[in-house]
């Protein structure tokens, strides 16, 4: 017996008002995040200020939102723009890209930069760890709003989505929840415990993300408007996820390289 999840994307109404799941999934990682960065500046190596870290969650809002939402209409559905552009600001349905989102929170750690005076790199560092909590909360908003659903599969935890069809599929928001969500969250934040080389936890993020996801993407059905795109298996998730593990590791060589060099430099 497969399991059917049917969930009502609506969580209460107001009135007129109704309040989505997805919204309050995002909602919950932007508090959750905010605590957990709070905890993150009582690192002795970390030289932040609590005012510091709410003025950045502003930045971080708005960048994964405009972002995301700009994201997956540019690199996923650019039909929007010419035939319904209304649908854009319509976030509550779904249909937000990570990779936009990450292009978004990369404007705005730059900006928040500009403004404070701390390096690009030292404030993707300080973000990384806390960014898994998002994707955490987020593929659960997918999965709430049964959508980025799985294959079709027989194996004994697949379900069900009764409002696209009855075949078993492998739940694979559950999947991208726990391995770019909690797995990688465990990871980032155990390194990033400890003084790294600058640009090393960036790095790992992106690592550990290109990695989860590509792996994911073989149990999650492509996008019915592109399908697979390269080698006839790859899909659009996987292609702009490669370059992030390229990127990744070229970052961390780069940044325990340049710690070589300094520290070799300063015991001369």
């Known amino acids: 017996m497969f399991v059917r999840p049917d969930f009502d994307p609506i969580a209460f109404s107001i009135g007129p008002l109704a309040v989505h ?3 309050l999934m995002y909602l919950l990682s932007f ?3 905010w605590g957990m960065a709070t905890v993150r500046i009582r690192q002795p190596f970390i ?3 609590r005012d510091e870290v709410g003025d950045f969650l502003f930045y971080v809002v708005l960048g994964v939102v405009l972002g995301g939402r700009l994201g997956y209409v ?6 929007l723009f010419f035939h319904h552009p209304w649908e854009i600001a319509y976030i509550w349905q779904g249909g937000m890209s990570f990779h936009g989102g990450m292009i978004g929170v990369f404007i705005a750690s730059w ?3 500009r403004k404070t005076g701390h390096s690009f790199f030292e404030i993707t560092d300080f973000v990384a760890p806390i960014v898994p909590i998002g994707l955490f909360f987020g593929r659960i908003a997918n999965f709430i709003n049964g959508e980025l659903i799985g294959r079709v599969t027989d194996v004994p935890w697949a379900m069900i989505y009764p409002h ?3 075949q078993p599929r492998h739940p694979s928001e559950l999947y991208e929840a726990s391995l770019e969500g909690l797995a990688l969250f465990a990871i980032l934040w155990f390194y990033s415990a400890k003084p790294r080389p600058r640009m090393a936890v960036s790095g790992l993020f992106l690592i550990g993300y290109g990695c989860f996801r590509f792996f994911c993407e073989f149990f999650r059905q ?3 408007f592109a399908g697979f795109v390269a080698f006839g298996w790859m899909t659009l998730g ?3 996820s490669a370059p992030m593990v390229v990127v990744g590791i070229a970052l961390m060589i780069w940044a325990y390289r340049r710690r070589d060099r300094v520290a070799q430099a300063s015991s001369r």
């Open 238 to 240: 996987q292609v702009y």
């Open 222 to 224: 492509p996008d019915a």
């Open 111 to 113: 900006l928040f930069g």
């Open 21 to 23: 799941w997805y919204g």
């Open 31 to 33: 508090l959750v995040g």
């Open 164 to 166: 696209v069809d009855m």
């Open 47 to 49: 030289h932040w200020t």
């Open 74 to 79: 540019v690199l996923y559905q650019p039909d």
